[in-house]
C-alpha cells in the first residue's frame, strides 16, 4: 500500500475512534468540549497514531487493542500542540491552517481545553481490551514520555534556549525529549498491545528513536524553506526567536545530509521484521522528504 494511502487509511480509522472517545457536548461543559473537539479533529496526518497501529499490525497484534493507545498518543499531542501555541509559550497564532486554539475560544479556555485532553487520554487509553499488564506498560511509557523527562520536559530546555548558542548535545536532548519522546512512545506502545519480544522492541526503539530525529531536522529545515500557507503554521519564528537549530549549528545541506542518515538508520533498524514493516519504511522516508 502506498504510503499516502496508508496514511489516510489509519487517519480515517482514527478519526472515528477519536469522535467515539470525546465526550457529548449536551452537558454544562459544552464550550470545552468544543475546543478539545477543535484541536483534535482538526486535521493533521496522525503520524504518531500510525505509528501504534503499524507497529501493532507488523507485530501480529489486533487493532482493537492498539487503537485506544493510538487515541490517547493524539490527544497528549494535541494538548501539547494547545499549550505550544500559547503565548506564554511560542505563542502562534496559527496551527494547521486555521487560528490556534486560544486565537479562536481564548486562553482561558485553551488552557483548559489541553488539560482536560491530556486527562481524557488516560481515561482512553485504559479502555482497551488487551491484556491488563499490556496496558499498565503503555500507561507507564505515555506518562513518562508526556511528563518531565520527556515533552514537557524539552519544552523547558526550548525555553531556557531562546537568545542562546547551544551546543550539539543539548540540541539534541531538547529534541528527543520535546518531540521524539512522544514518536517513540507510539511506536513502543504499538509492541505493548500484543506483548512484542524483544527483539522486537528493541529494533522498534531504533527505528522510532531515529525517525523523531529526523523529523525534527526536516522541521528546522521548512522553518527555513517553506512557506505558512504550506506548512499551515509560522514560519521563520526559530529565527526570530534567536534558537538554536540544525540548521543554524550546520547549515541548510548539512541539515538535509544529516535527515537523510537519521533516515538511514531507522530503516536500518527494522531488518528484524523482514518485508513486513516496508510501510514502515516507507513511512520513514516520506518523514524526511515531507514538505509540511
Known sequence: MPIEEMLRFNSQKVEKALEDFLPRQDCRQADLIEAMRYSLLGGGKRIRPALALEFCKVC???????????CAVEMVHSYSLIHDDLP?????????????THKRFGEALALLAGDALLSLAFETLLKSPAEPARVLLAAKELAAASGYLGMVGGQVIDLDSED???????????????????????????CYACGAKEES?????????????????TDDILDVVSDAVTLGKSTGKDSRDKKSTYVTLYGLEEAK?????????????LAPFGQRADSLRELAFYLADRKN
Open 88 to 100: 506564554c509559550m511560542d505563542d502562534d497564532d496559527m496551527r494547521r491552517g486555521k487560528p490556534s
Open 257 to 269: 545530509r544529516m535527515a537523510g542518515a537519521f533516515t538511514k538508520e531507522a530503516v536500518d533498524a
Open 164 to 190: 542562546k548558542q547551544i551546543d550539539y548535545e543539548t540540541l539534541k536532548a531538547m529534541h528527543a525529549a520535546k518531540t521524539g519522546a512522544m514518536i517513540l512512545a507510539a511506536a513502543r506502545m504499538g
Open 60 to 70: 501480529g497484534g489486533r487493532e482493537e487493542d492498539v487503537m485506544p493507545f493510538a
Open 201 to 217: 522492541l528493541a529494533a522498534c526503539t531504533a527505528y522510532a528513536k531515529n525517525i523523531g530525529m529526523a523529523f525534527q531536522v
